[in-house]
């Protein structure tokens, strides 16, 4: 009686078989976003905002800049009461002073802010591409501070010397100091030096580092757990509207509270014409003790009302905007793009 032996698979020298290899399994590699993408979905979703929420920062503006009330011993305005005296006294028109410094810097702000928040995610990853919550913090606090030094702080000096102008608009006489955001600008380098436009840019930097930081981990994290919670948009890694919307409004309002005085002090810095043989940190401990001592503590969130009224609903129209016009170049591409936030 003969035994027949099992043949080798594979070319096994012994008569066991031998398994197959497992199949070879391909990894997805998501398509890099390039630069362009970020300069189309970030400029138009910088102008949606500036356009819809500006006047909310001008009434921010001119709640933290307000002194004149407090030293005759009255009640300062609040937010309602002070945008009714600039649509009084300025016209509607006025609520929008400084809307030209803000939309000429909005472009390159928010293609820097995107990319750079890419950049620096890529950077922190890890080996298998996995990003932490910590990587994503750290990105965001090294995008809010790449576009704090390269676009925002002069951005934000030229706007709030146009803010604090408090002409009427409807008065052809009424000639104010700064014309426009141009002229506003080439007056300040031209009567205190180009310095004067990088003013409070620690602050500046310190302020929307830790913007961006808790915006982006916190709108990353809420999207995840969206994600988690409804698979039937795991596929096309895109929320609807509403909820993208919502997510943005919540992140974007936690930025504001953990950095108010930061951006009250920033604001008085700015707006001040540079004293002779002042440094950046004599200014600086000035302001602040001077605010102290003459308004007390509670001057330091003057403005957080509108502020988070701009920040909110300004962060949730920018991530809404961004994603869906990111998703639109995704698709005209043909491309994976739309996968980007899908972490």
């Known amino acids: 009686m003969s035994t027949s032996t099992s043949k080798p698979f594979g070319g096994g020298l012994t008569g066991d078989r031998v398994d197959p290899p497992p199949p070879k399994t391909t990894k997805m590699v998501k398509d890099k976003v390039p630069l362009s993408t970020h300069l189309i979905a970030g400029g138009t979703a910088g102008l949606a905002e500036a356009l819809v929420c500006h006047p909310l920062d001008t009434i921010k503006v001119r709640m933290q800049l307000s002194k004149s009330r407090k030293a005759r011993g009255l009640k300062p305005l609040g937010f309602f009461a002070t945008g009714r005296q600039i649509a009084a006294r300025e016209t509607p028109l006025g609520l929008y002073k400084g809307l030209g410094a803000v939309v000429s810097g909005i472009v390159p702000k928010m293609a820097i802010r995107f990319a750079s928040f890419e950049m620096y995610k890529s950077w922190l990853s890890s ?7 910590k990587a994503t913090f750290l990105a965001g606090l090294g995008a809010g501070a790449t576009e704090a030094v390269a676009v925002v702080t002069p951005m934000e000096v030229v706007k709030i010397r146009l803010q604090a102008q408090q002409h009427s608009l409807a008065d052809p006489l009424d000639v104010p100091r700064y014309r426009n955001a141009a002229h506003a600008a080439f007056t300040i ?17 310190l302020r929307q580092a830790t913007n961006q930081g808790v915006n982006f981990t916190a709108y990353q994290q809420f999207k995840k757990w969206a994600m988690d919670y409804q698979p039937q948009y795991a596929e096309s890694g895109q929320l609807p509207s509403w909820q993208t919307m919502a997510l943005g409004l919540v992140s974007g309002a936690m930025g504001p509270f953990s950095n108010a005085p930061i951006d009250t002090i920033k604001t008085r810095i700015q707006k001040a014409s540079k004293a002779e043989g002042e440094t950046a940190l004599s200014r600086m401990v000035t302001v602040t003790s001077e605010m102290f001592r003459n308004e007390g503590a509670k001057a330091f969130y003057k403005g957080i009302t509108p502020r988070v009224l701009r920040v909110a609903p300004g962060q949730a129209i920018v991530f809404t905007v961004y994603e869906r016009i990111k998703k639109f170049i995704d698709y005209a591409k043909g491309t994976t793009l739309g996968e980007e936030y899908n972490e």
């Open 189 to 205: 380098v031209r009567e205190e030096g180009l310095s004067t436009l990088y003013r409070g840019v620690s602050l500046t930097a």
């Open 127 to 133: 080996s298998d591409g996995t990003i932490t919550a």
